[in-house]
């Protein structure tokens, strides 16, 4: 018995154990594909990578100067209009700027007022001047006549010294009346002449604050930022209150035209000289390769740049540069979202090498 049981004891472990590892190696069923993976539509085509962008690209509206978000006029998905208003900076010192400007200004024109005022009253002073200048010489013209007669008389002994001595001095006196009246309308004629100069002065001054005002009110306006054409607001990034910078990556709204959107492809520099002008391509949605749509080709951008849009694909290179692309595309049936990235197919002259 004990025999037996030395013989049959081994023999019933191996048989378990032989049962135990052929269930283990039962193969598990695999899951069904969500989606066929995406398949060229060429026989020669090249594959890229592409972002949905809007037909004359996005607008990414940065302010033009630092400040905190005050007003915020748009949200998302609203349709606007050229010059439509999408968010103001924090505006309240400008306005103050602008305010006194505004004042400067009109200290001016009241100084120009002044002036042109003044300038009236010295060319009544000179016309004055020139009318008594005019009687003062006739009247000295006369004096004369009547001094030179009486001279002739007093020679000849028909007048006496006396009156002859009373003409000469009435010329004289009327002599220096003339002389003085030609001393006074010196006097106002440059006294006009430098009312002129200061009316000029005053004129440059003016045009000088107008300038200045003009030109804080435009630093004003730029504070609020406005719609460049007409679109769709694409994304909201800030919030009122929030601190925004000039001179950050990230603008607050994003802005585009989607009425027709465009595809930027990045073509790695290793296929771009198998692409041509003109080529044609297809582009199919990420996970779901039934839904593509065709493209038509748009430009070439011929400076190549640092790839930035990255697949995730463990073989994807990431230090090439990339040619980029442009086509264009109609909506789909299917919704095709700003910002998307879409596998893309270009169709070829020849094979890429692989």
């Not at 028909?158 to 006097?187: E, G, H, Y």
């Not at 998307?340 to 020849?350: G, L």
């Amino acid at each position: 018995m004990t025999k037996w049981l030395s013989i049959v004891g081994p023999l019933l472990g191996l048989v378990l154990i032989a049962a135990w590892v052929t269930a283990s190696a039962r193969r598990v069923p695999h899951e069904k594909a969500l989606a066929a993976p995406p398949t060229a539509p060429y026989e020669n085509s090249i594959a890229a990578t592409g972002i949905v962008e809007a037909s004359d690209r996005n607008y990414n509206l940065a302010p033009p100067v630092s400040g905190q978000l005050s007003m915020l006029y748009v949200k998302e998905n609203d349709i606007v209009h050229r010059d439509d208003k999408l968010y103001t900076i924090d505006d309240r010192e400008q306005r103050t700027v602008v305010e006194q400007a505004d004042a400067n200004v009109v200290k001016a024109r009241a100084m120009v007022q002044t002036a042109q005022a003044d300038i009236l009253t010295q060319q009544a002073n000179v016309n004055s001047a020139t009318a008594a200048l005019d009687t003062a010489k006739a009247t000295y013209d006369d004096a004369a006549q009547i001094a030179e007669r009486n001279e002739g008389l007093h020679q000849g002994g028909v007048i006496s010294d006396q009156a002859n001595m009373t003409s000469a001095k009435t010329r004289d006196a009327d002599r220096a009346r003339w002389q003085q009246s030609a001393a006074q309308l010196k006097q106002a004629e440059a006294q006009l002449h430098n009312a002129e100069a200061a009316l000029s002065e005053q004129q440059a001054n003016l045009q000088t604050m107008i300038a200045t005002r003009n030109q804080q009110k435009v630093l004003l306006d730029k504070m609020t930022v406005r719609a460049p054409a007409d679109g769709k607001i694409l994304q909201i990034n800030n919030r009122v209150g929030e601190y925004l910078s000039s001179t950050s990556g990230t603008s607050p709204v994003l802005f585009g035209d989607t009425d027709s959107l465009m595809v930027r492809v990045d073509v790695d520099e290793i296929n771009a000289s198998h692409v041509l002008p003109g080529s044609t391509a297809t582009a199919m949605l990420k996970g779901d390769s039934t839904r593509q749509f065709p493209m038509q080709f748009v430009r070439i951008v011929p400076y190549m740049v640092p790839k930035q849009n990255l697949t995730g694909s463990n073989s994807e290179r990431v230090d090439v540069r990339v040619l980029q692309m442009e086509f264009r595309f109609e909506p789909p049936q299917f919704p095709v979202y700003v910002g998307q990235q879409v596998d893309v197919f270009i169709h070829a002259q020849e094979r890429a090498s692989r």
